[in-house]
């Protein structure tokens, strides 16, 4: 049988014949006799005491089955959790309710839950609760929301302060004394919404008669859904089952703990019937998760050659109104372990205050910290170029960390695995032809056209892991992943992962790992996940963790079968296990490679168990659970390039160019997808995207209508090419792939922008870069 | 109100709700959950069907609009086990990430095919502009259109 190695090969992917057609398996398509309809009435103020609530003339609408209040619930679900209690930084964790009590604290909290026989009769009854508010003052802006006298969304909480965190590493006032050149400026990391294209939803059934709970849900995490899930429900663990098999994009808002979910299962207990909830986009962007929102205060000490010598950053760190289950670390360990960026930086001086407003929870998204950690330091880098009059290419060679000092020990306690800033840097620097670009720069000026040339040189931290740091951050969690991998009788396989990809396509590049360790057909693997039922335990997609800590495992797991089925090939062959040898999916004896069998045969006889000897249990199986020692740490230089019109502010994008280094690449074509949906993302955030609140807490940015998720006429093509760095932190070299295009290009756009703009005198201008901000900025030095 | 309509070439006869969304019709009445919601304001274009050959957003059109009408979803796309070219396309070239907003895309490209058997890059990137998709970039998208154009055109 001849087995071709698939690692590294563009494989098409297997889960695309049920998408393609229509077939997937979706959270809003599961459909069970009996089901009931649930919607959420939300508050429209942004802060208010509750006064009353009559839901006398909904309960008695025609097909209403039940309506609850907060108070209602109390005894029926315990408080959302927050799930990384960040120590050393005085955090302080508000009650929050899945549906508010007295107070709601921002537009789009719960106050009120219909359940009806179908949706368009939970909708009238919505609209027939009424619900006196006393409006309050709200605040919305971090910074405000610090002042003293500003509206205080909790007693508990006093100024609005959940948590202050510091990451202090060297002297920064020494190094900005000593500084010949020191840079400050106010940095702002707008609000941005995810905005998955699949809703979020629950269809939650339980049985009366067993006491279990199945909950398909919208989630990136299966398990820790279970987890929550049992905590707030007080129903044990091992009666709850979580199902999300196919789930329509994330990008970290299908990792939290949310209202709907716990509703759903409660009252599904509570009513003895199946109950299903589907947000609309409205309600998805008032009460799914924010992202970023950071105001940042950075100070860099420099020496005249261009040496960083030091960064001193202070953010303020918009929470919303309650903390999400991961928030508090998104702001404070994924964004200040990162602040030195790729550069060998000796200072790092990091406090983070994390406020409470009212406005939407913001917790992970995309990237989540370290796309604010990037900005921040690429958009610096370039105002010292500016300030020095360097190319900004020259800064960034001058301060990269050498290649030969990996593993790095940076000064946040990170250790880098491996890189080569400088390989990636001069591959994308040949493909834009550089030199050749800044003539053509120089001539379009002098036609009065703007041409501007953008650089982000980016390193970042994924494969989140491992437990011990984890612990040390304080989540409430191990970071490993688990998998089990069974080879039947027949010798096809199962394996059954932690992971629970999105749409990042683990079905297929799992498939290839376990094929090729095996020794197996690709279509005789199966992958599995999604299902707490099936698979032992698992802690999810996010962080880009999966291949580099979900395949880890499964490769692990593939090992320890290997390692059983030439212990049961040896015997069967009659020499001793040292002497077999494994190759291509067959073992056989050293030096007569005539004698042997195939893993489908060895897997056959496990099961028979005719002939095993007494020490080797019957069954092929193997599970691990992969704790790996580090995260990973991919890295590259994007390189975006624009026109910019002065008289309209419209950005045109001329090229935009990626050199990522990922590692070793299992499946180039599903890498090179992740890099393009990424950098749309980040690119989007730099032009595009931007989730803005008025002063009385209405989100004026809630449909898509308003919110500008970008359409295929905004974006550029990109050209997607690679440097190989393996990482030493897992038996693949693989680093992880899902976030870096979000992390790399924003700052990369927004440089371009801001070169284009030089010969006006602009250094700088606050994301988004719409074309009416840039319109003023240039109108401004115009004058 | 009782409707008649052709589904994916079965005819069926419903009595409905006249405030009834087609997209509810076909996804809750007939269990054609492949057309997708993911809005409210007809701005994503996941619910992209054919009605009498033309790509239209189901939530936007009553189901008591779609009387005597023929409808194709994506789940009668496929014939014979045959995938349309433009699925084809997008599993080819990796037109699809989550594949949520992947049966409205496909839906919208297959009546811009239709009518525009040549593309440019550009024009495909304006024809999808009311079809949403958050995990690609659309570039892939653009090429799985090109390579369900080309095929076409070779085919006729």
Not at chain 1, 545 to 553: N, Y
Not at chain 1, 716 to 725: H, M
Not at chain 1, 760 to 768: A, C, N, R, S, T
């Amino acid at each position: 049988m001849a087995v071709t190695k698939l690692f590294g090969a563009p494989i098409k992917r297997r889960e695309d014949p049920r998408l393609i057609t229509g077939r997937g398996n979706f959270t809003d398509h599961i459909r069970l006799p009996g089901t009931l309809v649930m919607a959420i009435k939300r508050s429209p103020h942004a802060h208010a005491r509750i006064v009353r609530i009559d839901t006398s003339k909904a309960r008695v609408m025609r097909g209403v089955v039940a309506v609850y209040t907060g108070q209602d619930l109390i005894d029926k679900l315990a408080p959302v959790p927050c799930a990384w209690l960040v120590p050393d930084s005085d955090l302080k964790v508000p009650t929050y309710r899945a549906v508010a009590v007295d107070k709601v604290r921002y537009v789009g909290d719960a106050v009120a839950v219909v359940v009806a026989e179908d949706r368009y009769v939970a909708q009238d009854a919505l609209e027939a609760i009424e619900v006196e508010y006393e409006p309050l003052p709200a605040v919305v802006d971090q910074e405000k929301a610090l002042e003293a006298g500003a509206p205080q969304l909790y007693e508990e909480v006093p100024n609005n302060l959940a948590f202050h965190w510091k990451l202090h590493s060297g002297d920064f006032d020494a190094a900005w004394k000593e500084a010949e050149v020191r840079l400050s400026r106010r940095l702002i990391n707008h609000r941005l919404i995810p905005t998955a294209m699949e809703p979020r939803g629950a269809l939650a059934a339980y049985n009366p008669g067993t006491g279990e709970l199945t909950i398909w849900c919208t989630s990136q995490n299966p398990h820790i859904h279970r987890l929550l899930l049992s905590a707030v429900t007080g129903l044990p663990e091992t009666r709850i089952r979580v199902i999300a098999t196919d789930v329509g994009g994330g990008f970290g808002s299908k990792i939290p703990m949310y209202a709907g979910e716990m509703i759903a299962a409660a009252l599904s207990r509570d009513l003895g019937r199946p109950i299903k909830w589907i947000e609309t986009r409205q309600e998805n962007y008032v009460a799914t998760i924010h992202g970023r929102d950071h105001v940042q205060y950075v100070d860099i000490a420099a020496q005249r050659d261009g040496t960083i010598t030091g960064v001193r950053v202070r953010a303020y760190a918009n929470l919303g109104a309650y903390l999400s289950t991961a928030a508090p670390g998104i702001p404070t360990w994924l964004f200040g372990l990162m602040l030195q960026g790729p550069y060998a930086i000796p200072v790092i001086h990091c406090d983070v205050f994390g406020v409470l407003t009212n406005t939407t929870p913001t917790d992970a998204y995309r990237g989540a910290g370290r796309p604010e950690a990037t900005y921040l330091l690429e958009r610096m880098v370039d105002l010292l170029a500016r300030e020095l009059r360097m190319d900004p290419v020259e800064i960034r060679r001058k301060n990269f960390i050498p290649k030969d000092r990996f593993p790095y020990t940076a000064p946040s306690g990170l250790v880098y695995d491996s890189g080569d800033y400088e390989a990636t840097l001069n591959r994308a620097l040949e493909l834009v032809d550089y030199d050749n670009l800044r003539h053509q720069q120089a001539e379009l000026r002098q036609q009065g056209r703007y041409i501007g040339i953008g650089f982000s040189t980016y390193v970042e931290v994924c494969g989140l892991a491992p437990s011990q740091a984890a612990g040390a951050m304080g989540f409430q969690g191990g970071l490993w992943e688990s998998a089990i991998v069974r080879v039947h009788p027949t010798g096809k396989v199962t394996v059954f992962t932690g992971s629970n990809p999105h749409g990042q396509g683990e079905e297929t590049t799992f498939a290839q790992l376990v094929a090729d360790e095996l020794g197996v057909p690709f279509e005789d693997v199966e992958v599995i996940h999604g299902d707490t039922e099936m698979v032992p335990f698992g802690m999810g997609t996010y962080g880009s963790r999966s291949t580099a800590v979900g395949g880890a495992a499964l490769v692990a797991a593939c090992r320890k079968v290997k390692e059983k089925a030439q212990r049961i090939a040896a015997h069967l062959l009659e020499v001793a296990p040292e002497d077999v040898v494994f190759e291509n999916g067959r073992f056989f004896v050293k030096g007569a490679p005539d004698r042997g069998m195939t893993i489908q045969e060895v897997a056959l006889q496990a099961y028979l168990a005719w002939k095993l000897p007494r020490d080797i249990e019957p069954g092929l199986e193997a599970t691990h659970f992969w704790d790996p020692t580090n995260n990973t740490f991919p890295f590259g230089c994007h390189i975006c390039v624009v026109e910019v019109d002065p008289e309209t502010g419209k950005v045109t994008f001329l090229q935009y160019v990626a050199v990522d280094d990922v590692g070793n690449v299992i499946n180039p074509m599903i890498v090179d997808g992740q890099v393009h949906g990424g950098i749309a993302q980040g690119l989007a955030q730099a032009v595009y995207e931007y989730a803005a609140y008025d002063a009385n807490g209405q989100l004026l940015s809630a449909s898509l209508m308003d919110y500008a998720i970008p359409k295929a006429s905004m974006l550029p093509s990109f050209s997607v090419d690679r440097t190989v760095t393996p990482t030493p932190v897992n038996p693949m070299g693989v680093k992880g792939a899902g976030e870096t295009g979000t992390i790399a290009s924003t700052p990369a756009v927004v440089n371009a922008v801001i070169d284009a703009l030089a010969p006006f005198g602009i250094e700088h201008i606050d994301i988004p870069l719409t074309p009416e901000r840039i319109w003023r900025a240039v109108l401004e030095r115009s004058r | 109100m009782q409707i008649t309509v052709t589904v994916n070439g079965v005819t069926y006869t419903h009595d409905v709700e006249p405030r009834l969304l087609l997209v509810h019709y076909l996804r809750d009445v007939l269990n054609l959950t492949g057309t997708h919601i993911g809005c409210d304001t007809s701005q994503c274009g996941a619910c992209t069907i054919l009605l009498n050959g033309k790509a239209v957003k189901s939530c936007t059109v009553f189901a008591v609009q779609a009387d005597g009408a023929e409808i194709t979803t994506i789940e009668g796309l496929a014939r014979d086990g045959q995938l349309h070219p433009v699925q084809e396309g997008f599993w080819e070239k990796h037109g699809l990430q989550c594949g949520y907003c992947t049966p409205g895309m496909i839906m919208t490209a297959v009546d811009f095919l239709q009518r525009n058997p040549n593309p440019t890059e550009e024009e495909i990137r304006h024809a999808i502009e009311g079809n949403l998709c958050r995990c690609t970039g659309y570039q892939n998208i653009v090429r799985a259109i090109q390579y369900a154009a080309e095929k076409m055109r070779s085919g006729s």
